[in-house]
Nanobody, 120 residues
């Protein structure tokens, strides 16, 4: 299984960035997929996920109303659009297949992640 996160790495506060997670080696449309992030000096945390069955989305309070998750099963990708970025969104962002929807236990080893820095 390969998980590859990508996206532009730098934004100013209030700007928008979009990240992409590309997954190979699994039956992609059968899996709930989650986005995680790890800020400097902090543990990795799950922030959003999307269901394999009906596309339902879950967001933690820290990003609710600002971030939007979506999936394209034809391309094996999950996107995370991040609006109204704040400096506290600065982190390395990861994706992974989940054990269950809205439960951030993960199925696979981690990819490299993609750095997002929000700074004026």
């Amino acid at each position: 299984v390969q998980l590859v996160e990508s996206g532009p790495g730098l934004a100013k506060p209030s700007e928008t960035l979009s990240l992409t997670c590309t997954v190979s080696g699994i039956t992609f449309d059968a899996y709930n997929i989650g986005w995680f992030r790890q800020a400097p000096g902090k543990e990795r945390e799950g922030i959003s996920c999307i269901s394999s069955s009906d596309g339902s989305a879950f967001y933690t309070d820290s990003i609710k109303g600002r971030f939007t998750i979506s999936r394209d099963d034809a391309k094996n990708t999950v996107a995370l659009q991040m609006n109204s970025l704040k400096p506290e969104d600065t982190a390395v962002y990861y994706c992974n297949a989940l054990l269950a929807f809205a439960y951030f236990g993960t199925r696979e080893s981690w990819g490299q992640g993609t750095q997002v820095t929000v700074s004026s």
